[in-house]
């Protein structure tokens, strides 16, 4: 595991019981599965029990803040990730959805005080992101789950 040291000092700080909830873009579905997958072995090895762990579709990356903020709002997480993959095309179309999705993604977590992972691969091709997914499911579990012990140390 690349993050194996940040993991190992997380393990004693982790509460079983959090519920993380990972929102996805239904575009690239197998690529982004493979975050996903990754994401969900990474919380499962680290503590996180597997009930505790839910997906939610979102139609693209531009959608991932409004399905997270639903979900914060409602008191249904306690942390989120949000995994899609934008390829960039001719115009600035993908960097404005990705751009936009990291604003949105910002917003949730100080409005809500919920971690949110940010995964949304902004790439030349897709070639580029397949070669990082699995890594970055692995980052961003670590991410949620360091942030969270930190919160509850600095709400202790």
């Not at 690349?2 to 000092?9: F, G, L, Q």
């Not at 393990?11 to 909830?21: A, L, S, T, Y």
């Not at 996805?24 to 499962?44: G, N, P, R």
């Not at 115009?91 to 993604?105: D, F, L, N, R, S």
């Amino acid at each position: 595991m690349k993050n194996a040291n940040a993991s190992v000092e997380l393990i004693k700080d982790i509460n079983p019981e959090w519920r993380i909830g990972i929102v996805h873009s239904s575009f690239y579905k197998e690529d982004v599965q493979k975050m996903i997958d990754s994401a969900k072995k990474t919380l499962i090895d680290l503590g996180i029990k597997e009930q505790g762990i839910s997906e939610h579709l979102a139609t693209g990356s531009f959608e991932i803040p409004l399905i997270g903020s639903a979900l914060a709002d409602n008191d249904d997480v306690d942390a989120l990730i949000g995994f899609g993959i934008v390829v960039q095309g001719e115009t600035g179309h993908a960097e404005i959805i990705v751009e936009q999705a990291a604003k949105g993604m910002m917003d949730v977590q100080i409005r809500y005080k919920v971690p949110f992972a940010f995964e949304i691969l902004h790439v030349q091709s897709l070639k580029d992101a397949q070669v990082r997914c699995e890594s970055k499911g692995q980052s961003a579990a670590n991410a949620v789950l360091h942030s969270l012990a930190q919160l509850r140390l600095l709400r202790s």
